[in-house]
């Protein structure tokens, strides 16, 4: 029976208006009687294009099947399917689903870095009054140390 192998170059999740490929592997597969197909479930008539049969070193025969599709908002979260039957074995499937994340808006970017420059200035602010503290402390140690003295 064939091994399948799907994947999505780059990998999922991926940015939001991407050129994505999908790929399907159908490999090591004797005999070479074998249909293969890829689809995307969200889209009638999506369908991947199937190169043509290969001969391994071995004796085994591969398919790939690849489909290339746009990661639109639309397509977040859809389902590909590859399917191979072959000779008089089982449907062998396996699927996959692409997933998409939106860039920051400049707005969000901005307002993400002015919470990290604020978190900054708090930080600061607390180490120069604990440092301000601590030299009075030293100040106060001083001038007790000079009376007892006297």
């Known amino acids: 029976p064939p091994k399948i192998h799907l994947k999505m170059i780059p990998p999922s999740p991926v940015q939001l208006n ?6 399907c592997d159908a490999e090591n597969f ?16 999506g369908k ?11 004796g085994t025969y591969s398919y790939k099947s ?10 977040n979260a859809s389902i590909f399917l590859c399917q191979v039957k072959h000779d008089s074995q089982p449907l062998v499937n396996e699927t996959t689903r692409l997933f998409i994340t939106r860039p920051l808006k400049k707005s969000e970017n901005s307002q ?6 604020l978190c900054i200035a708090l930080f600061l602010s607390k180490v120069a009054v604990l440092f301000i503290f601590y030299l009075f402390l030293i100040n ?4 007790h140390r000079t009376r007892s003295h006297s």
């Not at 005999?31 to 889209?43: I, K, V």
């Not at 991947?48 to 071995?58: F, I, K, R, S, Y």
């Not at 106060?140 to 001038?143: A, C, S």
Request: proline residues 8%; aromatic residues 8%; hydrophobic residues 45%.
């Open 140 to 143: 106060v140690y001083r001038h």
């Open 18 to 23: 991407t050129s994505v490929m999908v790929i």
């Open 48 to 58: 991947g294009m199937v190169a043509p049969q290969t001969l391994n070193p071995d």
């Open 66 to 75: 690849f489909m290339e599709v746009m990661a639109t908002e639309d397509r």
């Open 112 to 117: 993400q870095q002015s919470t990290i420059v």
């Open 30 to 45: 004797y005999p070479g009687d074998a249909a293969m197909g890829l689809f995307a479930r969200d889209a009638p008539g």
